[in-house]
């Protein structure tokens, strides 16, 4: 019966010894700060955006409205966050406290909004990604990354990468994957 205490006392903490380290940067590696934010929202001045978060620290999902311009947050790194949109009319009426996604249409946003973890090889420390808001011709919203600013501890100046406007627009993605999802019984939302 002893074996059987020390076996399941082994097991358990071969369980949580990760979760314990799971804030914890590995070794021989370094945090890279990043701020992923949306840049051209006052192109579209009847359109509020919303972040939707939700993950292992948070009760309920929380909600917040998208500035123009400021860093995207999910708050603790492992939650998950999903951007929506809607019109400024529609907004006034929405509960951020205890927000109903249902009535939303949701943006497909390509990256993490947290910070990350690379090799002290990389001497990447920080990363702006710059998103901007698009309209297709179908009425419907895509963001699109449209600069990435990197910096450095090495030396190495700070660079800027920027990117055109995608020929095929988030949409058609989002529809084509939707299609397989729906043909094997699954379902999209919005």
Known sequence: MKKFYILFF??????????VHADVIPPNSHYVDRCVKIVNLTDFPDVVLVGYYTGPMVQQGEAYQIKNDEC???????????IY????????????KNLNTANLSELIL?????GTTVADSNPLIKETLEYSLT????GKYDLYKTQQLSEY????PSSTKTFGKPLV???????????????????CGN
């Open 135 to 138: 309209k297709s011709s179908n």
């Open 85 to 96: 949109y809607t019109t400024q009319e529609n907004f006034k009426s929405l509960d951020l």
């Open 10 to 19: 082994l097991a358990c903490a071969l369980f949580i010894a990760p979760a």
């Open 153 to 156: 501890n090495d030396g190495t």
């Open 169 to 187: 627009s988030a949409s058609f993605w989002r529809s084509f994957v939707c299609f397989f999802v729906k043909l094997f019984g699954g379902n």
């Open 72 to 82: 995207l947050t999910k708050g603790y790194k492992f939650n998950a966050l999903k």
């Open 110 to 114: 390509d990256t993490d909004v947290a």
